[in-house]
């Protein structure tokens, strides 16, 4: 594909031999780690494809919709709310990285104990090889961890088009006006950059479009709760990442599509491993392209993923917003109760998401829960702990692990992953 699109990264201003060293590591990534599970459902063929053409075909159709006057806006937060930029008449693209590039550099503008996720934000930044950060019109930071906070004061100085969004860190009504606050400066700021007033057709179109995606992701998720398990975790997570890439229209109908055929294995008791298999939830950070480690892990060593408790899973896509409203300032309440619920760490308390991890057990059946901390991420590592002690508490096993991108520690890893699906398996 990349002699097609060599003209179209140029025109982007990215760095074509850094560039093609990316691309190379992703194909040999993704050839070992998915192209190489057993008993796949054939629907996976479509995310092949997405995943061969993340960088062309998909850039190539944001190109066309640039050329035809609508707008790219790219994100880093399950925070930043789709339904506005759709109404907008903009596209709403994930930017959160998942792979080290260009750390040489990143950590002469970042401390070295930054995390993963925002030293890769920078990389992609720095060594001109992300796409999708080339071609948005403006790049939406949002006030969430410190860590993200203070990198976005740095990034701004990278990038001329940041938008930063100010978040509550506490679920209170003043905490609440604060997000609607910034929802309707965000709106405001959008309805400039496109010049297209957001309406209350559009917004309900857009609604509507939103949940859409999102009811079709949980009825993939659902569907995991059956044992054995018709879908890896892997292929799991790889639909939750597409989701922030994708067209939405076409990303819903292709996950309906799986849908239907891991309903039809469901009744013929077809898994892609054998009923019994220890069954496994992850919970804690974010998990984006190419981060496919852990996952890649756990499957090898003898256990199933059945559900991630996570922005790139559950946590980001699992409340719909109500499709009732009339008025754009009614549907902007819609959004902001359905926002207002997502239980990231950076909240204090947080008791929400405590409550969310034992609901998943139980409704996927888990025998035991990873904890996944991000090295240096504060808030997540530590929940972690308040996390163990409850799930100690109901007698759910749990193993706690902090990592990184590096590919140093996956022997150790799998090491302590082989020992805990040990002590499930009793
Ligand atoms: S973990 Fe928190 S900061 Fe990160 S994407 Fe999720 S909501 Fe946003
Ligand atoms: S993983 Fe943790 S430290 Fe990193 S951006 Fe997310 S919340 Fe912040």
Redesign the pocket.
């Known amino acids: 594909m990349s002699e097609n699109y060599r003209s179209m990264w140029t025109d982007l201003g990215l760095d074509l031999d850094a560039h093609d060293v990316l691309l190379g590591v992703l194909g040999n990534a993704y050839q070992e780690t998915f192209l190489s599970q057993k008993a796949r459902p054939e629907g996976m063929s479509y995310f092949d494809f997405v995943m061969s053409e993340v960088h062309g075909l998909r850039i190539k159709e944001l190109m066309d919709e640039k050329a035809a006057g609508r707008k790219i806006v790219g994100s ?4 930043v709310p789709e339904e506005l930029v759709l109404a907008a008449n903009a596209t709403l693209v994930g930017l ?1 990285s998942g792979a080290d590039f260009a750390m040489e550099e990143v950590e002469r503008l970042l401390p070295r104990n930054t995390c993963a ?1 925002i030293k890769s934000s920078f990389g992609f930044k720095l060594g001109k090889v992300c796409p999708y950060l080339e071609s948005a019109d403006m790049i939406v930071g ?1 006030n ?2 410190d860590g ?1 906070k203070k990198a976005y004061e740095s990034l701004g100085l990278l990038v001329d088009n940041l938008y930063v969004m100010d978040l509550p860190q506490v679920k209170s009504e003043t905490g609440r006006a604060l997000l609607k606050g910034e929802y309707l400066r965000f709106k405001a700021a959008l309805e400039e950059l496109t010049g297209v007033p957001i309406t209350p057709e559009s917004l309900r179109k857009a609604i509507h479009t939103v949940n859409a995606k999102r009811a079709a992701i949980h009825r993939l998720l659902s569907l995991r709760q059956a044992d054995p398990a018709p879908i890896s975790g892997l292929d799991a997570l790889l639909a939750n990442q597409v989701f922030f890439y994708d067209n939405p229209e076409r990303f819903t109908d292709s996950v309906n599509k799986i849908c239907d055929e891991l309903e039809k294995r469901i009744q013929d008791n077809i898994g892609v491993f054998p009923t019994g298999t220890p069954r496994i939830l992850v919970s804690g ?2 998990q984006a392209v190419p981060n496919w480690k852990l996952p890649m892990i756990v499957e090898t060593s003898g256990a199933v993923i059945v559900g991630e408790e ?2 790139v899973g559950e ?2 896509t699992r409340n719909l917003t109500a499709e009732s409203g009339q008025t754009v300032e009614a549907m902007i309440e819609a959004i902001v109760d359905r926002y207002y619920q ?1 239980d ?3 909240f204090t308390p947080n008791s929400d998401r405590l409550a969310h991890i034992e609901e998943m057990v139980a409704a996927y059946k888990a025998d035991g829960v990873i904890h996944y901390g991000l090295q240096f991420c504060q ?2 590592i530590m929940e972690s702990i308040p996390v163990e002690k409850a799930l100690e508490e109901k007698n759910i096993p749990c193993l706690r692990i902090e990592t990184d991108y590096g590919m140093e520690d996956v022997g150790q890893l799998k090491t302590r992953v082989e020992a805990f699906i040990e002590q499930i398996k009793g």
């Open positions: 880093y937060c399950v925070f959160c996720l949002e969430t961890c993200k950070c974010p996570s922005c946590r980001g997502v990231c760490a950076i808030p997540y």
